[in-house]
Each structure stands twice: as structure tokens, then as C-alpha cells.
């Protein structure tokens, strides 16, 4: 399994999670991380992104909540999610993408519930 996510569960509204994604492999300079959703119904849409580098990139519905964080050297990134809504719940993937050749990887989604 490529990629395996963690943290998952059921919050309250306002409360926060931790997601967290091993990657079996090196993360190498070349991966882009990142965090997807699908809620039931719903297109899979982007979360948020990290480079190597640690530029990121939000989507406009979780910027100001969420923080995305790589640490290469344990071939992990993570997503931390305060002031959660009800909106927020949704299948949560992980992704690893190669800017140098294109290929995709994905986690098998970890569940994120949040009640009002």
C-alpha cells in the first residue's frame, strides 16, 4: 500500500483533528503532497497541497482551519483541522504526486464525521 491514512473519526463542530499520511517509499523532491475530500454525491476536490519546498496551497473553504505539514525525512504529511464544520465531512485521501513523471498515488481515505 502506497500510502496510509491516519486519524480520522467523529468530531463536534468547532472541535479539530490530525490526519496523518505514511508513504511506504522515499518522499522525494519531486512529490507533491496533498490532502483530498469527497463527501457522498460529491467529486473528489482538492484540500490542500505541500511541495518539497513547503510551499502550500489551500482550497478556499479550509484556508484560515487547516495547516498542511510534510516531514520527508519520516515520509509523512499531515493535516491539521481546527474550527470544524459540519461541511467538512467527507472521505479524506492522500496523494502523492511526481511532478517529474506525473504518476498518482492514493491512500484508501480515512472517514472525518463532524456533527452541529
Known amino acids: 500500500v502506497p500510502l496510509v491514512e491516519s486519524g480520522g473519526g467523529l468530531v463536534q463542530a468547532g472541535g479539530s483533528l490530525r490526519l496523518s499520511c505514511v508513504a511506504s517509499g522515499s518522499i522525494g523532491s519531486f512529490d507533491v503532497m496533498g490532502w483530498y475530500r469527497q463527501a457522498p454525491g460529491k467529486s473528489r476536490d482538492l484540500v490542500a497541497t505541500v511541495t518539497s519546498r513547503g510551499t502550500t496551497n489551500y482550497a478556499d473553504a479550509v484556508k484560515g482551519r487547516f495547516t498542511i505539514s510534510r516531514d520527508n525525512a519520516k515520509n509523512t504529511v499531515s493535516l491539521q483541522m481546527n474550527s470544524l464544520k459540519s461541511e467538512d465531512t467527507a472521505v479524506y485521501y492522500c496523494?502523492?504526486?511526481?511532478?517529474?513523471?506525473?504518476?498518482?498515488?492514493w491512500g484508501q481515505g480515512t472517514q472525518v464525521t463532524v456533527s452541529s
Open positions: 496523494q502523492r504526486r511526481s511532478t517529474l513523471s506525473g504518476r498518482e498515488a
